[in-house]
């Protein structure tokens, strides 16, 4: 069976260190043959984005450009229909029918998905694997206990099957977040550091976020 591919959902608005170091996390530890960046055309459980799906897909071109083992998949933004997770795994796993496919998330994210429609259908297309970060509170409510009770597995078995099962993995995930960096934006803060240099300076040029200047 071929390596499995790594699915990592998310507005980017804007795209970050952190997700940037979560990806690459899981890149490795899991030896994924790539890691799929599939920006949403509109989050269904957040806000609207701020910035436009083209200059979000711009944002994530230029942070990904020098890492060939990241890839923009804009299924989401291309689709008519709101942007639910089930149907992009779907529409991925009819793409790779022979190919282990991991739909990645932070802590949080997992926290939240009882709350994603047909949640439980996920795992008929792929594997769920929670990055979670050391000293982070992991409280997960009775239901989706019992799921991970159900369905938790251990990684040394991801590329044995195509879809089915929950993998918990320990990540150096990095506590930031584009909410924040957007308010601090707005108050005009220096960024700089919490994102690549190439998108701080897109951010910039194109007055993004509210952008008008540093102090």
Same mark, same amino acid.
């Given at each position: 069976?071929?390596?499995?591919? +790594?699915? %990592?959902?998310?507005?980017?608005?804007?795209?970050?260190?952190?997700?940037?170091?979560?990806?690459? #996390?899981?890149?490795?530890?899991?030896?994924?043959?790539?890691?799929? %960046?599939?920006?949403?055309?509109?989050?269904?459980?957040?806000?609207?984005?701020?910035?436009?799906?083209?200059?979000?897909?711009?944002? *994530?071109?230029?942070?990904?450009?020098?890492? !060939?083992?990241?890839?923009?998949?804009?299924?989401?933004?291309?689709?008519?229909? !709101?942007?639910?997770?089930?149907? $992009?795994?779907?529409?991925?796993?009819?793409?790779? !029918?022979? $190919?282990?496919?991991?739909? *990645? *998330?932070?802590?949080?994210?997992?926290? +939240? *998905?009882? =709350?994603?429609?047909?949640?439980?259908?996920?795992?008929?297309?792929?594997?769920?694997?929670?990055?979670?970060?050391? +000293?982070?509170?992991?409280?997960?409510?009775?239901?989706?206990?019992? %799921?991970?009770?159900?369905?938790?597995?251990?990684?040394?078995?991801?590329?044995?099957?195509?879809?089915?099962?929950?993998?918990?993995?320990?990540?150096? =995930?990095?506590?930031?977040?584009?909410?924040?960096?957007?308010?601090?934006?707005?108050?005009?803060?220096?960024?700089? %550091?919490?994102?690549?240099?190439?998108?701080?300076?897109?951010?910039?040029?194109?007055?993004?976020?509210?952008?008008?200047? #540093?102090?």
């Amino acid at each position: 069976m071929d390596k499995a591919i +790594g699915i %990592f959902g998310g507005a980017f608005d804007p795209i970050h260190y952190g997700h940037l170091r979560l990806a690459l #996390d899981f890149l490795q530890i899991l030896n994924l043959s790539e890691v799929r %960046f599939v920006p949403c055309k509109s989050p269904v459980h957040k806000d609207a984005n701020i910035a436009t799906p083209e200059q979000r897909l711009a944002l *994530l071109n230029l942070a990904i450009q020098n890492m !060939p083992q990241f890839c923009i998949d804009d299924r989401e933004i291309k689709r008519d229909t !709101p942007s639910y997770m089930i149907e $992009t795994v779907k529409s991925l796993r009819a793409d790779y !029918p022979n $190919t282990s496919l991991c739909l *990645l *998330l932070g802590s949080d994210a997992f926290l +939240g *998905l009882d =709350q994603w429609k047909d949640w439980q259908q996920l795992l008929d297309y792929v594997h769920i694997v929670v990055g979670l970060r050391a +000293g982070t509170p992991f409280l997960l409510n009775e239901v989706l206990s019992q %799921f991970l009770a159900e369905k938790q597995e251990d990684t040394t078995d991801l590329e044995q099957k195509l879809n089915g099962s929950i993998y918990i993995q320990n990540i150096s =995930q990095l506590a930031i977040s584009a909410s924040d960096i957007r308010s601090q934006i707005a108050a005009h803060l220096n960024v700089r %550091f919490l994102l690549p240099d190439s998108v701080y300076d897109y951010i910039k040029q194109h007055q993004l976020y509210g952008y008008t200047h #540093d102090i």
